[in-house]
């Protein structure tokens, strides 16, 4: 069974600092792009960042570039977003993903976890 299960939000203060984690099973990992997109109450889902199977390649949206830094690791099965210098306006439900495209160059969300709620307080 594939699992995506994501942790690490909370509530922090604007220019504060949170890491979350996915842990993944139930699938070939080092095959995939994985990716974290976000989705705030009355807004539509944006993606936020990607990794490539290898870790080579990355990908930010713009809003967070220079602020949020992703990373895995193959032998644990995890992907995680350091993110620094948060806002108010990244308060959202955060969803780790998997792009089922194995020959995917770019990020894909076909299959995602339960979330995990960031809330940055201004």
């Known amino acids: 069974e594939v699992q995506l299960v994501e942790s690490g939000g909370g509530l922090v203060q604007a220019g504060g600092s949170l890491r979350l984690s996915c842990a993944a099973s139930?699938?070939?990992?080092?095959?995939?792009?994985i990716g974290w997109f976000r989705q705030a109450p009355g807004k539509e889902r944006e993606g936020v960042s990607c990794i490539s199977g290898s870790g080579f390649s990355t990908y930010y949206e713009d809003s967070v570039k220079g602020r949020f830094t992703i990373s895995r690791d193959n032998a644990k099965k995890m992907v995680f977003l350091q993110m620094n210098s948060l806002k108010p306006e990244d308060t959202a439900v955060y969803y780790c993903?998997?792009?089922?495209?194995?020959?995917?160059?770019?990020?894909?969300?076909?299959?995602w976890g339960q979330g995990t709620q960031v809330t940055v307080s201004s």
């Open positions: 993903a998997v792009n089922w495209d194995v020959a995917a160059t770019t990020c894909g969300y076909d299959y």
């Open positions: 139930g699938f070939n990992f080092d095959d995939y792009w």
